[in-house]
Structure formats: C-alpha cells, structure tokens
C-alpha cells in the first residue's frame, strides 16, 4: 500500500510535469527578505525583492499568488540601511580596521529611509510566513506550485545539529530549517516547492528534501528541489548598503530568467538547451559560471546524489572513468605501517573533462566547460589536474583565501578576539558600528589603542604581505572556482551510479527533481 501511495503521487504530479502547463494551475509566490533590525536591513536586500517583482511581472504569465514579507513591513519608521549622499569626507581609521576583522567593507557614511517594496503582506515575522504556507495549502489545487524566494540574512546551525540553519527575521527572531522543513508538510503532498535562497548558511536549508530535516528518516512527502547560495557552514555574499554591486546568487539567478542583471546589464548565452526559455536549472548554471562571489552554490539533487550514491563502486562503469570514495583533501592520510602496502587507490576522479561533457546533463555539462575554461584547463585536460591545481592552490603559501584564513598565525582573529575582550560591543558581528566608540573624534583614540594590543603586529604583517603580493581576493575567487568545478564533477559521477546503488524509489524521486528544476518560472508558457 505504501509502494502505490508513493508511485500515485509520482503519477499525479508526473502528469503536471508533463501536461501541467495550464491555466488552471497557480503559482504561489513567499518572498522573504529584509534584515532583523535596521542596522542588519541593507538596501541592496531591498533591490533584489523589487528587481523579483519586475522579473515576474515581465516573465510570469499564468495565474499567481504573491506574499511578501519584509523587514518591518507596513511601519512608516526608517528601518532601511543605506548609503548617504556625498557629504564632507570624514577620515573612519578604526571603523576601517574593525571593518576588515568582521570581514565587512570598509565603512561608508551610511543613513537610514523607510523601505520601497510595494505590495507587501507583512512584515518579516516567522508567524506571518508559517500563516502564508498554511494559507496556500488550504486553497492549492492539483498543478499548483510553491515558489520560495529569500533574500535576507542567516545564521550558522549548532554544532549537534549543524544543517538546522536559520533565516533571521525581523526583531532578531529566526527560522530553522527544521521548523521551516514541518511548515512545508502542511502542504498538499503533491504540491511541488521550488525554493531560491541567498541567505548566509543557507544550505542547511537543502536538507528539506528529507523528513524533520533528518535524511535517516528519508525523503519528503512532496517533491521539494532548492536553488541554494552557499553550504550550510559558510556564509554567502551580497548584503550592502549600496546597489551598484550586484555581485550576488540570487541576482545572477533571476538576471540569467530576465536576460538582465539587476543593474540593467543584459545577460545572454543562458539559454543551454536553445528552447527559448531558461529553467530554473539554467539559471543556477549561470549564477555557478558567472558568480564573482565567495559562494560555492549548492541544490537539492546534488544533496539526494551524496545521500543516495557513491563514487566507488563494485564495477567500474567505464573503463575511461575510475572511480573511489572522495578523498579527504583537508587532512594529511594518518596511515603509518611498514607492512607491504597494495597499489594505491586510483584517483578519484578521472577521465578527460570532455568525458564528463559527454556524460553530464546539459546544465552540468556546461559548468564544467566555463569553469574549467576560466581555471585554465582545456576540455582534454585529465580530471587529475583539476584535483591537483586544487590541492596546490590550497598549499600555496600566497594564498589568502578561504584555506589560508583557518591556519593559524594570520593575526585576524586574535586581534578580533583581543577588540572583543576589551570592548564587547566591537566584537558583535551584528552591532558593532552602532558603538558610540565610533564616533568621529574618537577613531584616532580607538585605533592607537587598539595598535597597542597583543596582536596587532601579527595582523599588521599579514596586511602587508597581501598588499605586497596584491592577489588575495582572485586567491580565493579561483579556490572557489576549484570547488564548484570538482562538485559538479563528483556530481556527474554520483548521477551515474545512483540507478545501480539505491532503491528504484530514490532513483525515481531524483528524476522527479531533475524535472521539477528543470521547469521554468512560467507557469503558463514554460518547459
């Protein structure tokens, strides 16, 4: 009986995927965005929510539903951070330095405005969104869609529960995925969700696809897929008081949809399989290639491959391709013997990057071609090599990105810690520029006291290495550029054992979700 349940509901929403594209069906928009406080409410979340509502009204043709919540919602209170028109300059020394110990751009004279995103249903409050879902399945039909947008900031999981991330909401209260994951269980068990997120750990939120955010109690009752920033341990980029950057997931995401960035620059070539529209699949290749951020973005399929799959087989299924367990790049073999010792392993990724073209799926195959491309590697170059360059790029005592940050010595976080235990309110991630510490007759003060702590030498010395060699950011743009290329290798990889490894169900779930990513935005005229 639980065998037909499962195979019914695949029937049913099968026959949307294939049939759906009707006007009957609904699409149900939840945005969610804003900051928690208005120091935390940054203008450019603002512009990604209004830049969305511009991309469906242009793009979106069939029947919708939108609910939006934002920051403060209706309140006529500033609570908008942005940048201040040009005024005298004024010289912020210690608000620079505290700046880059909390990995911020430096500090700009900033100024706050009530909110302009129009049509909005409330406020960002967990209660307001739990109502807005429990809204849409009680009025949701067969062929209905939830669509789920977040554009504002997140917080990392604890350490026993690592993917149980949050969205944080206005007055500093939060969503956990695992709350959010039993939200979406109110819905009618056929109703597919799509869900786009750029929030800060935002991919603890990928563990939706399985029941109480737990995949030992395995998969969702709905089919459920996601589009995701960065990994559920690190934080994601975008949020700035300005928005003449839009170097940010969910603005590539939508601007590959709209065929223009969020500041109006035209983007083309998203098009992979030339039908005249881009899927949702699309649009995350584009945000992967072009992404000029620290993200290394994740989706759901990706997350049901690694649950469900393996890179080591009993059979090798091509005699071009070996394949093992991935290796732990990040910690030096503890294997000490002097007894005779078999062949090694062969690596765990091998074959030309063409054969990986060949193999791929469209989307995938066209992230593996620009970022191998832009990483310096032709499509006849082996896969060794991509693992290689990484490795040596990660031992390459130049390297300032993301690897080198956890090794001891850089000064950063000792002299933050240093800052924290002297003056508490500087070392609040969130807070820190709202100290009275930083007013402008106090900077020269603060920093000559802060220039007299422990660690500054250590810090001092690290700057100026990074200057000297003037290469810190395109270090870890290209060790991130390593990382999305070897995922999407592993991927291919993992997609092509999973039907000889796990249950005909799972098999069938990630198909499922293959087509549900590869839908497009439009429910009317799309795929």
């Known amino acids: 009986m639980a065998a037909y349940s499962f195979w019914g509901r695949f029937f049913v929403w099968s026959l949307w995927v294939c049939c759906g594209n009707t006007l009957l069906a609904t699409d149900y928009f939840l945005t969610i965005g804003g900051g928690y406080n208005p120091s935390g409410n940054q203008a450019s979340l603002e512009a990604n929510v209004v830049f969305f509502q511009q991309v469906l009204k242009e793009k979106h043709h069939g029947a919708m539903h939108h609910d939006i919540f934002f920051a403060d919602g209706d309140d006529d209170k500033a609570d908008l951070q942005v940048v201040a028109e040009k005024k005298t300059k004024k010289e912020l020394p210690a608000s620079e330095v505290l700046a880059a110990l909390h990995r911020r751009r430096g500090p700009q004279q900033l100024e706050y405005r009530n909110h302009r995103v129009p049509n909005i249903s409330g406020l960002l409050d967990p209660a307001l969104i739990r109502g807005s879902i429990e809204s849409t399945g009680k009025n949701a039909r067969p062929g209905d869609r939830l669509i789920v947008y977040v554009t504002a900031h997140g917080s990392q999981g604890p350490n026993e529960k690592p993917f149980n991330t949050t969205i944080d909401c206005w007055n500093e209260k939060k969503i956990s995925a695992r709350e959010f994951t039993r939200w979406l269980n109110e819905l009618p068990s056929t109703m597919p969700v799509i869900m786009v997120m750029a929030q800060c750990y935002c991919g603890g939120f990928s563990h939706t696809i399985f029941e109480d955010l737990d995949e030992g109690k395995g998969l969702a009752i709905q089919p459920r897929v996601g589009f995701f920033a960065q990994q559920y341990n690190l934080p994601a980029a975008g949020c700035r008081p300005d928005i003449e950057n839009d170097e940010e997931f969910s603005s590539y995401f939508w601007g590959a949809i709209a065929g223009r960035s969020r500041n109006g620059v035209a983007v083309e070539g998203s098009d992979i399989d030339k039908d005249s529209v881009v899927s949702f699949a699309e649009a995350y290749a584009h945000a992967v290639i072009a992404g000029n951020t620290?993200?290394?973005?994740?989706?759901?399929?990706?997350?049901?491959?690694?649950?469900?799959?393996?890179?080591?087989?009993?059979?090798?299924?091509?005699?071009?391709?070996?394949?093992?367990?991935?290796?732990?790049?990040?910690?030096?073999s503890?294997?000490?013997?002097?007894?005779p010792k078999p062949a090694p392993n062969p690596p765990a990724l091998s074959g030309t990057l063409q054969s990986f073209v060949n193999r791929g799926r469209p989307v995938s195959a066209r992230i593996v071609t620009e970022l191998g491309k832009s990483l310096g590697f032709s499509l006849e170059d082996d896969a060794t090599r991509v693992v290689a360059g990484y490795d040596e790029h990660r031992r390459n005592p130049r390297n300032q990105g993301r690897g080198q940050r956890r090794r001891p010595g850089s000064g950063r976080r000792e002299l933050l810690q240093e800052v924290t235990d002297k003056w508490p309110e500087l070392g609040d991630e969130r807070h820190w520029e709202e100290s009275s510490l930083l007013k402008p007759d106090n900077q020269e003060h603060l920093l000559n006291e802060i220039k007299e702590l422990h660690s500054w030498k250590a810090y001092e010395q690290r700057l100026k290495q990074a200057e000297a060699n003037g290469q810190s950011a395109q270090h870890e743009l290209r060790e991130v550029k390593f990382r999305r290329l070897i995922n999407t290798l592993e991927a291919i990889i993992l997609e092509q054992n999973l039907p000889r490894i796990a249950k005909p169900e799972i098999v069938e779930r990630y198909r499922q979700m293959i087509a549900l990513e590869e839908s497009a935005l439009d429910s009317a005229g799309g795929k």
């Open 294 to 332: 620290i993200d290394i973005p994740l989706r759901t399929s990706d997350v049901l491959l690694k649950t469900y799959s393996r890179l080591k087989i009993e059979e090798v299924p091509s005699a071009s391709t070996q394949l093992v367990d991935e290796p732990s790049r990040d910690k030096e």
């Open 334 to 339: 503890d294997e000490s013997t002097d007894e």
